[in-house]
Structure formats: C-alpha cells, structure tokens
C-alpha cells in the first residue's frame, strides 16, 4: 500500500536523485568503491544511533560500533532475518522518533511465502523511483515512450499534465492472459515490464496481427528468473531486445542489465556480500550467498539481510562505460507453475501475487504460508495464521484463487504453527504434479 506523494512539492528531490542516480555509475571504480564504503559505515553507525534493534541485537553479540571502519568490518556483524523483521517491526525496526504516517508502508512475501512489512521514507520513495527510471534508461528508454507494467498493482508514477511524458499503464499480473492480451493490445506500449513467465505467455498468444500492430521497442523482465532461452523466445516472438533485471521488495533494485546484456549492481544502493558456508567472501566466479545492506533508507534500514538468493560477480570491465560491479549469475525464486486438468499451466506469479496483494491490504491476515499443489485435482495452502486472521477475508483470497484455477483444482487449507524450512530458500509456491505424471 504505496500512499500518494505530492510529487510537485518535491520536484527538486525527484530531480537531485534523478541526476545522482544516472551521474554516478560513471564515476571511477576507486570513487564509487570509497562511496559505498562511506555509505555503508554510515549506514550502521546510524542504525546502532537509532534503531532500537541494532543497538540491542548488536550489544548482544558483543560488537563494539567503534571498531566498524571500513567496510571489512561488516564481517563482524550478525545477520538480519525476515523472522527479525516480522517480530519486530515496527517497534524497533523503525528509526526512533520516526511518525510511520509520514512513511511509504509496504510488504512482500518474496517467494518464500513469508508476510514481511517495511517502511521507507518519501527521501528514500523518490531515490527508489529514479533507480527504476535507470533501469529503464540503461535499456534505451526515452521519456516519451509509453510504459506498461504487469504488476498485482499499480505503479506510482509521475504526471505531466501538458507533455506526453512519463506515460505508464497497468496490466493486472492476476487476470486472466485473455485480459492482459486484450489489454496491450490496447496500450501498444513502447515499452513493456513485467513477470518473465506472463510475458512469455504473451510471446506464445501473439498472433500474425499482434506482430505487424504492437511494435513493442523493448522489454524489461522482472521478480523472477528466466533462462536465456526463454528470453530469445519473448525476443524472436516481439522482435525487439529483452533485457531483465533482479530486485527485492524490502530493498528495492539491485542489478540490471544494460544493453550489452551485463548485470550492473546498483552500488549506490546497496552493499553486496556474496559469502560461502562459513561466512566468507568467495572469489570472482565462484557461487555464494546473497547478504544485502541498504546504503539509502534511514528509516529501516536492512544490514546483512539475508535473502536466501545464491549468485556470483565478475571483476570484469562492460563497454558501456558504467563501472558499477558486473553480477554475473544469480539463482533463487524458482517457483512452480501449476497444471490444470486441462494441461494449462498457470504461473507460480499470478498465484504469488495474488496472496501479496491479501498481505498488502491486511497485514496481519496471515504470518506464513505455502501453496503446494499435490495432484492435478487438489492443492493445500498450508497456512500460519496473523493474528487477525478472519475465515472470510481468507476466503476471498480463495476465491480469487479459484478463478485463476479455472475453478479445477479443489483447494484445501490446513492451518499451522510453522512451516519447516528444508531449503536455503523455500518454495511458496509449489506443483508436485510433474513429478508424479
């Protein structure tokens, strides 16, 4: 739930961030690293200053703030889990003297099916916003180009009354692939964002029309991993270039692509770790665990957020001259489809969004759950009430679930204490069907 925000009040802060934001990723390497770093020490002595939590949970491991220097340091500092979070926001995750009113309040389940909730300042909204820009502008796009977004809602986004500019549209990433066909159809967007798996079912209903009227000029992929052949698909089927990108809810971007087709960590926004079993960095090349430190959000800040995500970086040079750090593979958020009966396959995303769309409007509705569907006729939600917990806004959620079933798949829902963890990163959305059939 993203409230409103005067943008005409704070022009002059959109504009600084819009600047910063496509300045700075072609400073030098050396000026960038001693930014970050400056940042990031920033970040946590600030956090210990004034976060209830920080002081607290860094006290109890013994950690002395004065011995945090440089960004080595890090090393000595516990990590943050989403458990962290859902416990003890907002009480004392959220910088004291802070009014939340004041505050953009958001949530995701990821793809672990964990409710999280987070703050961030309008400060923090609006730097947010110009990273999204410059994902965009990495790729090509001009600011008269027409946008549309497969989202669960709509994007906040900036209005010009007189110029065409900044035009954006929505495609509900929860309707039907009829609906979001008819819709961009409809838009004819320049530029075309959204969920790999929907827009690769798109690239699949184009028909021979769709081909010659839409025209698409490029398209950014999102939320969810896509294999390179499945990107050449959506490419051949829209004939334009298809560029993704990897971000979190809590921490907003955090690499994209540009068009040589390397992923630029977005520095000036985050501190990445990549870290094997026993807590140390791997080399270039080499998988590790994905640990995040926000550098922008003040408010509540995330340090050494564990993600659960796996991922490798590069210390090689890209040619378009923005010498943020190259990721070079990152896995994680390998949901599911679900079959139907009728051999469709619906996307783990429509189903996943459907459940953050219930955790957005109703905080408290639901603390967990896990969506698995065990047979090509009955699937189980798996389910840790909230404390609110009402069986009739839950079933609401389940009646928007049916639809997107196609109301073939008879759904039953077993409350519970906990869900296990077996993985690094869990599933919430899950199909068994492909292996027993």
Same mark, same amino acid.
């Given at each position: 739930?993203?409230?409103?925000?005067?943008?005409?009040?704070?022009?002059?802060?959109?504009?600084?961030?819009?600047? %910063? $934001?496509?300045?700075? =990723?072609? #400073? *030098? /390497?050396?000026?960038?690293?001693?930014?970050?770093?400056?940042?990031? @020490?920033?970040?946590?002595?600030?956090?210990?200053?004034?976060?209830?939590?920080?002081?607290?949970?860094?006290?109890?491991?013994?950690?002395?703030?004065?011995?945090?220097?440089?960004?080595?340091?890090?090393?000595?500092?516990?990590?943050?889990?989403?458990?962290?979070?859902?416990?003890?926001?907002?009480?004392?995750?959220?910088?004291?003297?802070?009014?939340?009113?004041?505050?953009?309040?958001?949530?995701?389940?990821?793809?672990?099916?964990?409710?999280?909730?987070?703050?961030?300042?309008?400060?923090?909204?609006?730097?947010?916003?110009?990273?999204?820009?410059?994902?965009?502008?990495?790729?090509?796009?001009?600011?008269?180009?027409?946008?549309?977004?497969?989202?669960?809602?709509?994007? %906040? $986004?900036?209005?010009? =009354?007189? #110029? *065409? /500019?900044?035009?954006?549209?929505?495609?509900?990433?929860?309707?039907? @692939?009829?609906?979001?066909?008819?819709?961009?159809?409809?838009?004819?967007?320049?530029?075309?964002?959204?969920?790999?798996?929907?827009?690769?079912?798109?690239?699949?209903?184009?028909?021979?029309?769709?081909?010659?009227?839409?025209?698409?000029?490029?398209?950014?992929?999102?939320?969810?991993?896509?294999?390179?052949?499945?990107?050449?698909?959506?490419?051949?089927?829209?004939?334009?270039?298809?560029?993704?990108?990897?971000?979190?809810?809590?921490?907003?971007?955090?690499?994209?692509?540009?068009?040589?087709?390397?992923?630029?960590?977005?520095?000036?926004?985050?501190?990445?770790?990549?870290?094997?079993?026993?807590?140390?960095?791997?080399?270039?090349?080499?998988?590790?665990?994905?640990?995040? $430190?926000?550098?922008?959000?003040?408010?509540?800040?995330?340090?050494?957020?564990?993600?659960?995500?796996?991922?490798?970086?590069?210390?090689?040079?890209?040619?378009?001259?923005?010498?943020?750090?190259?990721?070079?593979?990152?896995?994680?958020?390998?949901?599911?489809?679900?079959?139907?009966?009728?051999?469709?396959?619906?996307?783990?995303?429509?189903?996943?969004?459907?459940?953050?769309?219930?955790?957005?409007?109703?905080?408290?509705?639901?603390?967990?759950?896990?969506?698995?569907?065990?047979?090509?006729?009955?699937?189980?939600?798996?389910?840790?009430?909230?404390?609110?917990?009402?069986?009739?806004?839950?079933?609401?959620?389940?009646?928007?679930?049916?639809?997107?079933?196609?109301?073939?798949?008879?759904?039953?829902?077993?409350?519970?204490?906990?869900?296990?963890?077996?993985?690094?990163?869990?599933?919430?959305?899950?199909?068994?069907?492909?292996?027993?059939?």
């Amino acid at each position: 739930m993203t409230k409103k925000i005067n943008i005409f009040i704070d022009g002059p802060l959109l504009l600084k961030h819009a600047l %910063q $934001t496509h300045i700075e =990723p072609r #400073l *030098p /390497l050396k000026t960038l690293n001693k930014l970050s770093e400056k940042r990031l @020490i920033k970040t946590i002595k600030n956090a210990y200053r004034n976060v209830p939590f920080y002081r607290e949970y860094y006290d109890k491991h013994n950690v002395n703030i004065d011995d945090i220097k440089d960004k080595g340091d890090i090393k000595k500092l516990p990590f943050l889990y989403k458990e962290h979070i859902r416990k003890y926001f907002p009480e004392k995750l959220v910088k004291k003297g802070v009014n939340l009113n004041n505050c953009i309040i958001s949530g995701t389940t990821g793809s672990t099916g964990k409710s999280v909730n987070f703050a961030y300042s309008k400060n923090t909204f609006f730097f947010y916003l110009c990273t999204s820009l410059r994902v965009y502008t990495m790729i090509g796009y001009k600011p008269w180009y027409k946008m549309a977004f497969i989202k669960y809602t709509p994007i %906040q $986004t900036i209005k010009f =009354p007189i #110029l *065409p /500019l900044f035009r954006t549209y929505h495609i509900p990433s929860i309707a039907k @692939i009829t609906e979001q066909m008819n819709l961009l159809r409809e838009i004819k967007p320049d530029l075309l964002a959204g969920y790999a798996s929907i827009i690769y079912e798109m690239a699949c209903k184009l028909t021979k029309e769709d081909k010659e009227k839409l025209n698409i000029k490029i398209i950014s992929l999102n939320s969810e991993l896509s294999t390179k052949e499945e990107r050449d698909f959506i490419s051949s089927a829209f004939n334009c270039p298809v560029y993704d990108e990897y971000s979190t809810e809590e921490t907003w971007m955090v690499a994209s692509e540009c068009k040589k087709h390397n992923y630029h960590i977005f520095s000036d926004n985050l501190f990445v770790e990549f870290i094997d079993n026993n807590g140390e960095d791997v080399p270039p090349g080499q998988t590790g665990e994905i640990i995040l $430190t926000t550098l922008r959000s003040s408010v509540m800040p995330f340090i050494r957020y564990r993600i659960g995500d796996l991922g490798s970086y590069s210390t090689k040079k890209c040619s378009c001259k923005r010498n943020f750090p190259i990721l070079e593979t990152f896995e994680g958020r390998s949901d599911d489809a679900f079959i139907l009966p009728s051999g469709y396959m619906v996307s783990p995303l429509k189903l996943l969004n459907t459940f953050t769309k219930f955790i957005k409007s109703d905080p408290t509705l639901m603390n967990e759950f896990k969506f698995v569907q065990e047979s090509l006729s009955s699937a189980t939600i798996y389910l840790v009430p909230g404390k609110d917990y009402n069986e009739n806004r839950f079933n609401e959620l389940i009646d928007q679930l049916n639809k997107i079933l196609d109301n073939q798949i008879n759904i039953n829902v077993k409350l519970a204490d906990t869900i296990p963890d077996n993985n690094v990163k869990r599933k919430a959305i899950e199909s068994l069907v492909k292996q027993n059939h």
